[in-house]
């Protein structure tokens, strides 16, 4: 076969190919031997219908197992040819049977991204030190206390900090609802109904509970709040808010107190001094699991740093639209419609196409440093996941593992794991420095200035 590849920009190729006319025929003659072997023609006995017939009376099967035998094999050959590793076949074009008996066809393919890993031992990682202390504890047995509090109502004055305000509120930018101003933004920053908050001025939005002190159970107020410029969501940093509030409780907090009687009830054979053991180790739990992600998200952040590679677009696009539909999903739940949609689609496609860029990148990156590694899943490791997950949902193996097969979710869990592997990798090669907060901090402002 004749194979000419010509690489294209965002990870694609285009291959073209001539098959000469003996091979052709060579090819076709052994599929319409197959055919004739299985073939059932009224006057003709199985075995003996000849060729000719065959050809007339299958051409459309036999050409059609003809072209999937004879591209699958020139890119296999272009594969071999150039190296090339092919993610998919885009699309197969310019099937041509010339008159001289040749074959030639047109095939787009996207290719995995070319790019030079970075380094990617002993990435220097800082994190702090976990430990829990008893001041700790003692705090997360006082957020766990509230769980148990009793509320009293007040009915004899306004609302002062330190109360517990019950309110219907919503919030307007300019005369329009938040929801229509910024989307993506949470819908409890837009909106709520029978929301409580402990009046204190870091408590939802500063300023709020400011506006609400004097309020009394049934006032309806106005309170306009300036959102701050280190807003976590910048499309409304700087702005300015206006809430419509309706008081629809007022109450006094009474706690119980931190004895035996309240481990009792918090969990059922334990004394206070064994809740405290408890607290302490998932708050251990807790913080070791939030120094893993800030671990990872370093080493991800360093693999990225100068490293800029294309990547396939059908990719990005496909991984984009899934996020597009889950932020359009999200909203159409807060009861935005598509109007107001449509007027930010493109605010939504700029920030779903740019987190989906980055998505694949990384994944590209670790899937390039697995293979250098030679990590791998192996089958029994896969399903022994998979029995966790049948035994977690309360369902026997064998029917989770037919619906994922149905579903192409093997490949996926098989993807995801590889993942994890290779970060297990990255995070046992890094360069981890234990710091204070404090000078966790001061590294932290170093690094931006």
């Not at 769980?147 to 517990?164: C, H, L, P, S, V």
């Not at 408590?203 to 049934?218: D, N, Q, R, S």
Request: one cysteine or more.
């Amino acid at each position: 076969m004749n194979i000419t590849v010509e690489k294209l920009p965002d990870c694609l190729a285009k291959i073209r190919v001539e098959v000469p006319a003996e091979k052709v025929t060579a090819e076709r003659q052994k599929i319409s031997k197959n055919f004739a072997k299985q073939a059932k023609i009224p006057g003709y006995r199985p075995g003996k219908v000849p060729a000719s017939v065959v050809e007339k009376r299958f051409k459309k099967n036999i050409d059609e197992e003809f072209e999937n035998r004879i591209i699958g094999e020139a890119i296999r050959e272009a594969r071999e040819q150039e190296s090339l590793e092919i993610i998919s076949v885009s699309s197969v074009d310019e099937k041509d049977y010339g008159l001289a008996g040749t074959f030639s066809f047109v095939a787009e393919l996207t290719l995995t991204p070319e790019f030079e890993l970075p380094e990617y031992q002993n990435i220097p990682v800082k994190v702090p030190k976990v430990e829990v202390t008893p001041e700790d504890v003692e705090n997360g047995l006082e957020q766990v206390r509230t769980n148990y509090a009793d509320y009293e109502d007040i009915t004899d004055r306004g609302a002062e900090m330190g109360d517990f305000i019950v309110v219907d509120y919503k919030g307007s930018v300019d005369g329009k609802p938040i929801g229509e101003v910024a989307p993506e933004t949470p819908a409890q920053i837009a909106t709520g109904e029978d929301k409580w908050f402990k009046m204190e001025e870091e408590t939802f939005i500063p300023g709020f509970c400011a506006g609400l002190v004097g309020a009394k159970f049934e006032d309806s107020r106005e309170v306009t709040v300036t959102i701050p410029a280190e807003f976590p969501h910048p499309e409304l940093a700087g702005k300015e808010i206006v809430y419509s509030v309706d008081v629809k409780g007022l109450k006094t907090q009474v706690l119980p107190e931190l004895d035996d009687a309240l481990a009792e009830k918090i969990k059922p054979d334990t004394t206070m001094d064994e809740l405290r053991e408890l607290m302490e180790a998932d708050l251990l739990k807790q913080r070791e699991n939030q120094v893993e992600n800030a671990t990872v998200q370093q080493i991800i952040n360093h693999l990225n740093q100068g490293l800029d590679f294309e990547l396939p677009k059908d990719m990005v696009m496909r991984e984009a639209q899934g996020r597009i539909n889950e932020i359009v999903r999200q909203n159409a739940q807060r009861g935005l419609g598509d109007d107001t949609i449509a007027e930010h689609q493109e605010e939504i496609l700029n920030s779903a196409t740019n987190d989906a860029h980055s998505s694949v990148k990384n994944t590209f990156i670790l899937e390039q440093i697995a293979k250098k590694e030679e990590i791998k899943v192996d089958n029994d490791e896969l399903r022994q996941h998979v029995e966790e997950m049948a035994e977690s949902h309360g369902m026997p193996f064998e029917k989770l593992a037919a619906q994922l097969e149905k579903e192409g979710g093997v490949q996926r869990i098989h993807h995801q794991m590889l993942m994890s592997k290779t970060l297990d990798f990255l995070k046992s090669n890094a360069s981890v420095e234990t710091l204070t907060l404090e000078e966790l901090k001061a590294a932290e402002a170093a690094q931006q200035g």
